[in-house]
């Protein structure tokens, strides 16, 4: 190998070092702008704290068998209240651990969140994208049919779609995500007419690139940053609903999630058993109003006025 | 696809042979199509190696357009762009593959907005270095060499590198811009106003680099601007447009010595001396552009040309542009039954109103070209019957030394003209 061929890959291992921690200051200027707002860090400190929760809910409480998403059953010690010996938060009706519905509702509702907001952006970017750059008659029939979906209020479409498809947890993500996927398509579209018009696009098309490529490249970087912040505000909104659907029983009994252990503890609530009911409450309150305190601030951050200038 | 060979020098590049582009006028909810504007309506030149075609006229009149058009990112609705490649002259709009692409790096385009123009999220070394992944030029650390030659070839260096657009001034961008664009080393480049959005200072930095690029490659360029004093430090040839057309075409320095289109004329007078201020705009001319989804008959320039004839084309429009004017007529217009564009039967709703238009375009209230074109004028109550002369289209004929004019004037007429 000569010098003149070594200095070059030498040089290019430290250009694309280079490149890299360019877009990584830029990347870490977001997260500052993010840091710079208390609501926000608060919000990322409660979602932090769930997910740790969430993780090591095993290490935590010694899963139920055999479903660990069920609660486990204490028929020695029903209805007692918080700081009975072993069961710090309490029981349910049933004899079920407050905590332990707690703890593994966190990831029921992760499970949750993660599978309706990830199937509905995919769905809706994909959908909004092609409406966008398609145009014509395939824009038109789309949007129609996204018109149609968002013209029925959220919450009775996907109680309908979970009441007919039968109460299972299974089936209120499923709900959820045929309701939801119309949001993102009409952002995204709306982020793609937009975005093609600019210049920058023609000048990629001058250059020759392929239309995947303008696409990957030009129109959907610079269109995902409303979408992220919807999909940040749905990570919460998404365990509300869900949690709507349960309580009124269309989600599946016994199961350790946050929306049921709130509906079967109701009803001790007149008798004073508040803490049923209570506890997996608060969690619901708090996962929704901590990714809302997220999404905000990253909207905030990512404001395409101030970004990068 | 191959069209049939032209004749041709062996310098042509591009041929521009009788463009139009029309853009529908959707209107209600079923958007249907109620017109069109003619932004480019048949226009003819030609582009040949290392020259610099300028191509003026007023905000409006179908430059960036034509500009597009020629750049293959809109389609002609008529007529075509011709490259030559292998000896022969192709329709850019049936090329396909490899021609395709052959045209494709030949033909590059610089935009006004620096800004808009380059992806606000790519580095330089992402913009720069983008053409020559497209077409499998360079990769890695050969990408980064070949990047940073192209950078200091516009003046800008390796230290640019990893830096994104919005770190850069106005000027700068406009160099990435054309690094971009030199990248596939091109035969041709569309310059859409490359300047007009700079400070006096780097405006005439960037026309420099622009003209030591030019006779370092033997590039044509295209320079789309409305600055008549750019454009007559850069330009080798001239084509004037207005409203979609070309008024006028020649050699630029033939063209400033002596306009043979009265357009020409009134744009070059509308500088307040050039020579000492390099840098003022078109100040606008008297009067308002028609509308370009109707355009004037005859020669679009006469409503508002002052050395109009009559038989520049004068119409029924003409009187109805009158009546908006004249202050408190316009309401009194029922309605316009046309036979032709240049006889109607107008209907007021006073007989006063109807004889005050009748006494008008009989008197010095309109212009005396106007009233010498007028056949036939007959009041009748409330209903004014008129008509013109019918004329045809004035077309861009050739004059003596190769230059074109659209204008029914001898040349000598317009350069003796005096304003009054
Ligand atoms: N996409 C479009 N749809 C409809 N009309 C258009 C479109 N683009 C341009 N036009 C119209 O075509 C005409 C010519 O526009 P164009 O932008 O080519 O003018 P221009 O000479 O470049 O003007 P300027 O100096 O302001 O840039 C204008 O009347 C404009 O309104
Ligand atoms: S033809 Fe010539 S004189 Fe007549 S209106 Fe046009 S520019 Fe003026
Ligand atoms: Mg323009």
Redesign the pocket.
């Known amino acids: 190998m000569t010098d003149v061929q070594q200095t070059r890959i030498a040089a290019g291992a430290m250009t694309a070092d280079t490149a890299f921690r360019v877009r990584m200051r830029r990347l870490f200027g977001v997260l500052q702008g993010m840091a710079s707002n208390p609501a926000t860090v608060i919000g990322l400190v409660v979602i932090a704290l769930m997910l740790v929760m969430a993780i090591f809910a095993p290490w935590i409480l010694e899963p139920n068998s055999p479903d660990p998403y069920q609660m486990p059953r204490d028929w020695g010690a029903v209805r007692k209240p918080p700081g009975t010996p072993g069961h710090p938060l309490g029981t349910t009706n049933e004899g079920g651990d407050v905590l332990y519905g707690v703890i593994w509702g966190s990831r029921t509702s992760l499970q949750l969140s993660l599978m309706v907001v990830g199937s509905t952006m995919i769905v809706g970017t994909i959908v909004g994208s092609i409406a966008g750059l398609v145009g014509g008659w395939v824009d038109e029939v789309l949007m129609r049919l996204v018109d149609v979906f968002l013209s029925i209020p959220e919450l009775i479409f996907a109680l309908a779609i979970a009441a007919v498809l039968g109460p299972s947890f299974g089936n209120i993500i499923l709900a959820l995500a045929v309701v939801l996927w119309v949001k993102y398509a009409r952002i995204m579209r709306a982020q793609v007419l937009q975005i093609k018009q600019h210049d920058f696009v023609d000048a990629a098309r001058v250059i020759g690139d392929t239309k995947l490529n303008i696409y990957l490249r030009d129109i959907l970087p610079n269109a995902v940053t409303p979408v992220t912040v919807q999909a940040t505000l749905d990570m919460g909104n998404v365990v509300l609903i869900g949690a709507t659907l349960s309580f009124i029983g269309l989600s599946e009994a016994g199961i350790a999630e946050w929306g049921v252990l709130v509906s079967e503890g109701q009803a001790g609530i007149a008798s004073g058993r508040w803490w049923a009911s209570t506890f997996p409450g608060l969690m619901i309150f708090l996962w929704a109003l901590a990714f809302n305190l997220v999404g905000d601030g990253l909207r905030d951050a990512l404001d395409p006025r101030t970004e990068g200038r | 696809m191959r069209a049939a060979a032209e004749p041709q020098a062996d310098d042509l590049i591009l041929s521009i042979r009788e463009v139009k582009k029309h ?1 529908p006028i959707r209107e209600g909810a079923l958007q249907r199509v109620v017109g069109h ?1 003619r ?2 309506d048949g226009v003819s030149f030609d582009i040949r190696r290392g020259q610099t075609v300028g191509l003026v ?10 500009g597009r058009v020629i750049a293959a990112l809109a389609d002609p609705t008529d007529g075509g762009v011709h490259y030559s490649m292998d000896g022969a002259m192709c329709r850019i709009d049936r090329l396909e593959g490899k021609a395709a692409r052959t045209f494709r790096r030949n033909c590059q385009m610089v935009f ?1 907005d620096s800004y808009a123009s380059l992806n606000p999220r790519h580095l330089v070394i992402d913009l720069v270095g983008r053409p020559l992944k497209v077409y499998n030029e360079a990769a890695s650390s050969d990408l980064v060499e070949r990047v940073v030659e192209l950078l200091d070839q516009v003046g800008l260096g390796r230290q640019h590198l990893y830096r994104y657009p919005h770190q850069f001034s106005g000027g700068q961008r406009q160099r990435i811009s054309i690094a971009r664009a030199l990248a596939l080393n091109p035969e041709v480049i569309v310059l ?2 490359p300047t007009s959005a700079l400070d006096v200072s780097v405006q005439a930095q960037i026309l420099n680099l622009l003209n030591d690029l030019q006779k370092e490659r033997n590039l044509a360029y295209l320079f ?1 601007t ?1 600055d008549l004093s750019v454009v007559r430090h850069m330009a080798d040839r001239l084509v004037v ?1 207005y409203l ?1 057309k070309v008024a006028e075409a020649g050699e630029t320095q033939a063209i400033f010595d002596s306009p043979h289109h009265p357009y020409t004329r009134e744009l070059m007078a509308a500088k307040p001396d050039m020579e000492a201020e390099a840098n003022v705009e078109i100040r606008g001319l008297e009067g308002t552009v028609p509308d ?1 989804a109707r355009p004037p008959q005859g020669c679009r320039f006469h409503t508002r040309c002052e050395l109009a004839t009559s038989a520049c084309g004068w119409e029924v429009d003409d009187v109805v542009r009158w009546l908006e004017d004249a202050p408190g007529m316009f309401e009194h217009l029922v309605g316009v039954e046309r036979t032709t564009e240049f006889a109607a039967e107008l209907a007021f709703d006073t007989e006063e109103a109807a004889g005050l238009l009748s006494m008008a375009v009989r008197s010095e209230q309109v212009p005396e070209a106007m009233r010498a074109a007028m056949r036939r004028l007959n009041l009748d109550g409330t209903k004014v019957e008129i008509e013109f002369e019918d004329v045809g289209e004035v077309e861009l004929t050739a004059r003596d030394d190769g230059r074109m004019a659209a204008c029914v004037l001898a040349p000598q007429e317009v350069a003796s003209w005096k304003s009054p």
């Open positions: 853009y504007v932004a480019v006229g007023e905000s409006g009149c179908g430059k960036t357009t034509l006004q859409d106003e789309v409305h447009m979609g370009p």
